[in-house]
């Protein structure tokens, strides 16, 4: 069976960096797209970032532009999210997504298939 595990979350001060991390098990992830989503209360889940299986691809919410970081390490099936520069209006739940295999980065939340169960990121200003 799938798996999707988040951590890294927290609380942090504006400014401030944290690193998430997305563990895949169940089945290799090395040929699938992967993708960090966010869901902040009262909102509608949006894309954050999101990497090809080779890593040669990279895609980014505008919002977060240069101050976060996706990045994977397949021989652990697992993707990172770095964020530094933290802002108050990053506070959400964070998620990580997978698509099927061979299948390229895509923004939008229904072409992911295996979801994990979000890690609450909090910025206070």
């Known amino acids: 069976q799938v798996r999707l595990v988040e951590s890294g979350g927290g609380l942090v001060q504006a400014g401030g960096s944290l690193r998430l991390s997305c563990a895949a098990s169940g089945r290799t992830f090395t040929n699938t797209a992967m993708g960090w989503f966010r869901q902040a209360p009262g909102k509608e889940r949006e894309f954050v970032a999101g990497i090809s299986w080779s890593s040669s691809s990279t895609n980014y919410a505008d919002s977060v532009k240069g101050r976060f970081t996706i990045s994977r390490a397949n021989a652990r099936n697992t993707v990172y999210l770095q964020m530094n520069s933290l802002k108050p209006e990053d506070t959400a739940v964070y998620y990580c997504?997978?698509?099927?295999?061979?299948?390229?980065?895509?923004?939008?939340?229904?072409?992911?298939?295996?979801w994990g169960q979000g890690t609450q990121v909090t910025v206070s200003s």
């Open positions: 997504a997978a698509r099927r295999p061979y299948l390229g980065i895509t923004t939008h939340p229904t072409d992911y298939d295996y």
